[in-house]
């Protein structure tokens, strides 16, 4: 079975945090959206969202196919690949904890997303910058370094050593944390040049993640779509503090 | 074993969602934020936050203790709690969707909070409240029929019947959902007047999860807070369209 990936293509956006899973693992798997074949891209995605006949329609991308399941939500889809993919621990304890650093990295997420958008995603971001700077002003100026130190926190507490966020090897929440920072470095790299020394954890973790052999071929590859500033992560200099 | 739910007192909040499913399945729990024992209370959850020794530390509340094991955030909390109190179906496929289904509803609940605090939550409604304004716009003008037609389309295309978002029988995300539509009806009465009508087997479902005789002793009892301006749904009649 082939796992096909639904999500826009032309940015990393959410998508990459199922991408990431999928190279680190190194999984066969088909991104739907940037496949040029006949009857992918963004039709497919349309098509998909748009069946009359789906009794189970997402709400939105990205979703995963994988046989006769679709899963749909980041967190949801990385917790139906963690057991498959080798990227949880066994226990039932840790796998609601790795979730729930999941969900806390989701939440971190949506807040960068919406220092550009503060008013909403249908509006442009030239319609919303005045309201943006207010917005990062508060992001900057206090969640980020709330996010940053509490995965410092959570690493620093692993009884099993501060390389990865849970035990003893990387799970899904390690990748999306690397995204994160990423991202964060990406988007805003005045504030994280500023704020990243106050969490060398999480600092040395997005390295680790950075340096895993299939993680550095993929990110060397075409595969991997740099950021722009139609995603989730965009570096807009007036908002950077 | 007794579950305990960490929420902050004085609305309902995250933590709503939470006791719906504990109040519906019937089983014994501790509102340890709302407990008047000694060492409960606001004291306890702020104890337990701020517990240098704790190794699964939550970024915030809501989280469940169950035993030995922590769960935190809404979405993850029930997944925990769904088998446990026979609020999801037997089959994993069916687990993924009701899950997917929670995590749009807390995606909605996320905007729904947004619309009074546009540009965080640090700052107060009055700091905001032109942004706010524009918010709302957005939130009333396009993603509140969004979502609304979302899941009237689940429970139209549901194969075994209408009554519930995922088989025959209600889980977590149709005490949910019944959770947002309470919330929006308090916080934005017209647009529901205007809207609700347009998606009446959600508007059936509400009521349906409303005369479950557990779901209505429990809003008949003090254990249920109203709704105020402290909390996600917020009644402000100058953002009701």
New interface residues.
């Given amino acids: 079975m082939r796992y096909e990936l639904y999500y826009w293509p032309g940015i990393p956006g959410r998508g990459e945090f199922i991408r990431l899973a999928l190279e680190e693992a190194g999984v066969d798997y088909l991104d739907i959206g940037r496949s040029p074949a006949p009857g992918h891209g963004v039709p497919a995605i349309s098509t998909y969202l748009d069946d009359p006949e789906?009794?189970?329609?997402?709400?939105a991308p990205p979703f995963l196919k994988a046989g006769?399941?679709?899963?749909?939500?980041v967190?949801?889809i990385l917790?139906?690949l963690g057991p498959r993919l080798g990227l949880v621990p066994e226990d039932?304890?840790r796998r609601?904890?790795v979730?729930?650093l999941q969900?806390?990295l989701c939440?971190w997420l949506?807040e960068a997303h919406?220092v550009h958008h503060?008013?909403?995603a249908?509006?442009y971001y030239e319609e919303?910058k005045d309201?943006a700077k207010?917005?990062a002003d508060?992001?900057l100026g206090?969640?980020l370094s709330k996010f940053l130190g509490?995965f410092e926190?959570?690493l620093s507490?692993?009884?099993e050593g501060s390389d990865w966020l849970v035990g003893t090897s990387p799970t899904y929440a390690d990748l999306s944390l690397f995204q994160m920072v990423a991202g964060l470095r990406y988007a805003f790299p005045r504030a994280m040049q500023r704020l990243e020394p106050t969490a060398p954890a999480v600092s040395a973790l997005a390295d680790r993640v950075a340096a895993r052999p299939n993680i550095a071929a993929y990110r060397a590859s075409k595969r991997c779509q740099p950021f722009n500033e139609q995603g989730i992560f965009r570096h807009y200099p007036e908002l950077d503090g």
Avoid at 54 to 59: D, E, G, K, Y
Avoid at 68 to 73: E, M
């Fill in positions: 789906a009794s189970q329609p997402p709400f006769d399941i679709v899963v749909s939500h967190a949801n917790q139906f039932e304890c609601f904890w979730q729930g969900l806390t939440d949506g919406d503060p008013l909403g249908s509006l919303q309201e207010r917005r508060v992001f206090e969640r509490y926190q959570v507490r692993n009884p």
